[in-house]
């Protein structure tokens, strides 16, 4: 796998490190409690001290440190979009690879499901269950996995009605291999590649999909903060204090952006076959 | 088709000294290495090359047409004394369609699918003669339509690309390439992808259309064939310079450059049989390693690795006083080489065939068939295809029956079919008499193993050539990593080869692997499903030579399905001649070969080139393309496009029976073992 040097993979790595920062080495630093509130100190701006102290990022509308707070919000966001992906990826290709390995009724059965899945509203199916089932986190990630296989699916599925016909599965299967086996080692590695494509693309909207679940009140609830929690938490006040719902945003921005734009540098080199880019031929 | 060497006339096309190289990272590669020619008027010059050698890119540099990454180093072309490097891109863009036109190989890619073919056609009309009325173009697009011999070509023009079968969609290529009546053709691999009855009504319709615009044309091909039949002179082209260049007669007659003798002598001949093929050794180089000096001495039978041919780069240099040109520095030494035993190697003692025979029956099939349903586009219910429609043939132990046809006629499915692939829909398949048709006998599949065409979807990208050849061995739960170094051995690859990964390896490697993961389990009997099409000719031979080796060796029974009449004659004992999922002909391979009783058998044979320009002859063109399989013509399945068609032949199918004695069996109700004369059979046609 090779990557194309290019100014948005800088760019993309640069944003990255940046939420890494905020989030693995922030919380390690001597910062303040992110729940600790100082209602004196309400609705600081940024780069301004509060006492003896710079309060780098302002205080929120309960005088919380908002530094410590998005580092809190950015791992809960962060530890929600990658379980996520993770389950739905793994949801996603075990069904499109049955779905496109074995055809007929399995197959009738599992795009039937995504094509029903896919003509209801996401957000509608996730603001009802959200509604029911109360969101802990737990619920949370479990909801948007089972929201979001479609994408994995349609490919896996797409990928392995093409692979089960090529000449190395057809050979397998006049050795004597079982289903089983042509899935495991000739299907799954082949669609990999394409299925963490896919992911990260998908990384981005659980992100942005929880944060507005999170803005409706529906996903995180507080004082445990997300950054879509935050923007909307912000969203009284951004008229005079725009940072508090700015700031969060810009985390989602960096993060989602970050991950897209290193995607791209990595697909443009590599494909299911992992074949070498084309020679010239005569 | 006349003399052109002497001609005073100043050539149509001249290119000296074309360098043309490819940009890259460790600086620029030299794609085409100092190419001279020159093409006279009405002329066909051919160049014959292997992948890889640069043909197709001298061409696309004459056209103007280099892919991004590749420039004109050094050089000029002239067409009719104007240099076409210096000519704006517009200027440009107005020679080629106008004074010179190209055909590519794949009509299927150079044909726009959503535009319909006459607008097609009528657009390059267009931008040659802006002046002209719409119904004059009208005219013209359906005039050079019915010269290509499209039939009601005013219907045609009105249909898309997906509607015109592949022979059509290359005669409509070749209709827009002569629409503007071009001086200069330039046909890359024109027929490649068609049939060989088709490729011949192709390359009768080229002529025809050449004979009446008057256009030169360049033929570029890997056939020898082709070039034998068609050219005037020819040129080899090896690692990106020619190796060889003279009239077609003396090339063919005296090949004097060692890679042309071993191209000649790897090449299965139609009208030869027995000896074993020449291999050349190696294969041919990447752009990136191509070798100092003479670019083919690693691989030179002549060589032997001497100073010369590793240091110079040999010049073109004319033997004698004629137009043969040869890029060796001991040309003088090839004739007593070329006539040596290291060139035309003697036949291996037969195989023990009948000994192996008697060990068991072999393969035996009975009444095979397979449909498959279709679902009809815009109406309700499927119709039946019969893809294999009652096949009988028993194939003994040890021995190689090659399956012959043209795309479609269901040969492949009868390979899979036995393989278990595809479930049989009736009848019988036993291997020494145990029915291994049903589902149950999964047991049996690891007896018979198979070798596909495409060396590059054979083999799992994502594994090493260790676990592919493991693999058999791993779902049998036999594996041993001694085994998988023996295989490797067995098909001529080192062992430090086995943790590379597919794609490192070129075309006729992959194939080697296939071979070895195919004998990994000792299988009986091998299934070559076009097992050497995808490859070049020099790679070809060594495939088939080892091939032959391994069946001598482990006492394999072969079923050989290919396309390649000539691969088949050299390979089988045995030949089968499929059309619409029947066996219209089988028995030994000199019965079918030298008295082909059924007249598609002999219009086969007569379509495919022979790489002798000495024997040009006339040949049976089939008219038409393949009916569709859907439904199939009543009565004999091959009468819409037969010569000696009666209405008997429409009433009754023939059965495959034993028609003209000696064991060989044809479906016809009018045998006749022999060629026909195809004068006499015209007259039939009339009558």
């Keep these: ?282 | 088709m006349t003399a052109h060497a002497a001609d005073p006339a100043p050539p149509l096309l001249e290119v000296r000294d074309l360098v043309v190289e490819l940009a890259t990272p460790r600086g620029p590669l030299r794609v085409v290495d100092g190419v001279s020619f020159t093409v006279a008027r009405r002329e066909v010059f051919g160049v014959v090359g292997e992948s890889g050698s640069g043909k197709s890119i001298t061409m696309l540099a004459v056209m103007g047409l280099l892919p991004p990454g590749m420039r004109i180093a050094a050089g000029t072309i002239r067409l009719d004394g104007q240099s076409l490097p210096d000519l704006d891109a517009e200027r440009l863009r107005r020679l080629r369609g106008g004074r010179m036109a190209m055909i590519f190989q794949d009509p299927m890619t150079s044909l726009n699918p959503v535009l319909r073919i006459g607008t097609q056609i009528a657009e390059a009309v267009r931008l040659h003669h802006p002046d002209w009325p719409a119904a004059r173009v009208h005219a013209r697009v359906i005039e050079v339509l019915g010269l290509v011999g499209i039939p009601d070509p005013a219907r045609r023009y009105r249909q898309y690309p997906n509607e015109f079968s592949g022979g059509m969609r290359q005669r409509a290529m070749i209709a827009m390439a002569i629409a503007n009546e071009p001086d200069l053709l330039v046909a890359d691999e024109p027929t490649t992808a068609l049939d060989v009855t088709i490729q011949a009504q192709v390359m009768a319709v080229l002529a025809e259309a050449r004979a009446r615009t008057g256009a030169a044309m360049v033929l570029i091909t890997h056939d020898l064939g082709l070039v034998a039949e068609v050219a005037d002179r020819v040129a080899v082209m090896y690692g990106g310079r020619f190796m060889e260049s003279a009239a077609v007669e003396d090339l063919f007659r005296v090949p004097s450059h060692p890679y042309s003798v071993g191209l000649m002598a790897s090449l299965p001949r139609l009208d030869r049989q027995g000896e074993a093929l020449y291999s050349i050794p190696g294969q041919p180089p990447g752009l990136a390693d191509r070798p100092a000096g003479c670019a083919f001495h690693p691989r030179c039978g002549l060589s032997a690795d001497r100073a010369d041919c590793v240091a110079r780069v040999p010049e073109l240099r004319r033997l004698g006083a004629g137009a043969h040109a040869v890029a060796c520095h001991f040309a003088a030494e090839t004739p007593a080489w070329r006539d040596s035993p290291m060139v035309h190697p003697p036949a291996p003692p037969p195989a023990a065939a009948p000994a192996a025979a008697a060990r068991g029956s072999g393969l035996a099939v009975r009444d095979l068939c397979k449909e498959f349903r279709v679902s009809r586009p815009r109406r309700w219910g499927s119709d039946r295809l019969h893809a294999v429609a009652g096949l009988s043939f028993t194939i003994a132990r040890g021995e190689t029956l090659g399956l012959v046809g043209e795309s479609g006629c269901g040969k492949s499915t009868l390979g899979r079919v036995i393989l278990g692939l595809h479930q049989a829909t009736r009848g019988e398949i036993t291997l020494d008499g145990e029915d291994i048709s049903r589902r149950r006998a999964r047991r049996h599949r690891r007896r018979m193993q198979v070798v596909f065409q495409d060396p590059y979807a054979s083999l799992d990208p994502r594994m090493s050539v260790f676990e592919i050849i493991a693999e058999p061995l791993r779902i049998n739960g036999v594996f041993r990593a001694e085994r998988v170094a023996e295989m490797l051995a067995h098909v001529g690859l080192s062992p430090d080869m086995a943790e590379r990964r597919p794609a490192e390896f070129s075309g006729g490697q992959r194939q080697r692997i296939a071979i070895a993961r195919a004998l990994a389990l000792d299988p009986e009997i091998l299934i070559l499903d076009e097992a050497v099409s995808a490859l070049d000719v020099s790679i070809q031979a060594q495939i088939i030579n080892l091939l032959k080796g391994l069946q001598r060796r482990f006492g394999l029974t072969f079923l050989f399905i290919a396309h390649d009449l000539s691969v088949v004659r050299h390979i089988s004992d045995r030949v089968a001649v499929m059309y619409l999922g029947r066996i219209v002909e089988m028995g030994s391979r000199e019965q079918v070969f030298d008295r082909p009783a059924h007249p598609y058998t002999q219009s086969l044979l007569s379509a495919v080139p022979v790489a002798d320009p000495a024997a040009r002859r006339a040949r049976i063109i089939l008219e038409g393309d393949l009916p569709n399989p859907l439904h199939p013509p009543s009565g004999c399945a091959f009468r819409t496009r037969c010569f000696k068609a009666r209405p008997l032949c429409a009433e009754a199918p023939p059965a495959l029976e034993d028609r003209t004695g000696g064991g060989q069996l044809t479906a016809c109700h009018f045998p006749e073992p022999g060629m026909p004369a195809v004068a006499a059979m015209a007259a039939t046609r009339q009558g």
């Excluded at chain 1, 059965?109 to 603001?127: E, H, K, N, W």
């Excluded at chain 1, 692979?163 to 291999?177: H, I």
Aim: glycine share 8%; charged share 10%; with cysteine.
């Design chain 1, 1 to 282: 796998m090779r990557v194309r040097r290019s100014a948005s993979l800088y760019f993309a790595l640069a944003m990255l490190f940046g939420v890494a920062v905020l989030v693995a080495v922030v919380p390690l630093l001597p910062v303040y409690d992110p729940y600790k509130q100082d209602l004196g100190a309400s609705l600081t701006p940024p780069f301004e001290m509060i006492g003896d102290r710079l309060s780098l990022f302002g205080t929120d509308q309960l005088g919380r440190d908002i530094l410590s707070r998005l580092a809190l919000a950015g791992q809960v966001s962060l530890f929600i979009g990658l379980a996520t992906v993770v389950l739905s990826l793994f949801i996603g290709v075990a069904l499109g690879l049955i779905a496109g390995f074995f055809r007929g009724w399995p197959d009738t059965l599992i795009m039937g499901l995504a094509d029903l899945q896919l003509s209801i509203p996401r957000v509608l199916i996730l603001i009802a269950v959200a509604a029911i089932v109360g969101s802990t986190i737990p619920v949370l990630v479990l909801l948007l996995a089972l929201t979001s296989w479609v994408a994995y699916g349609r490919v896996a599925r797409a990928m392995a009605m093409s692979l089960r016909e090529r000449e190395f599965v057809l050979s397998a299967v006049t050795q004597g291999a079982s289903a089983t086996w042509n899935i495991r080692k000739h299907l799954l590695p082949n669609v990999m590649p394409q299925m963490l494509i896919v992911g990260s693309f998908e990384l981005g909207q659980v992100i942005v999909l929880e944060a507005s679940l999170s803005y409706l009140g529906l996903g995180i609830q507080p004082p445990l903060p997300s950054w879509g929690l935050m923007i909307s938490e912000g969203q009284s006040y951004v008229e005079f204090d725009p940072w508090l719902s700015l700031l969060p945003g810009i985390c989602i921005f960096m993060l989602v952006a970050g991950v897209q734009f290193l995607t791209q540098a990595f697909t443009s080199e590599t494909d299911a076959e992992g074949e070498p880019a084309p020679r010239p031929t005569t």
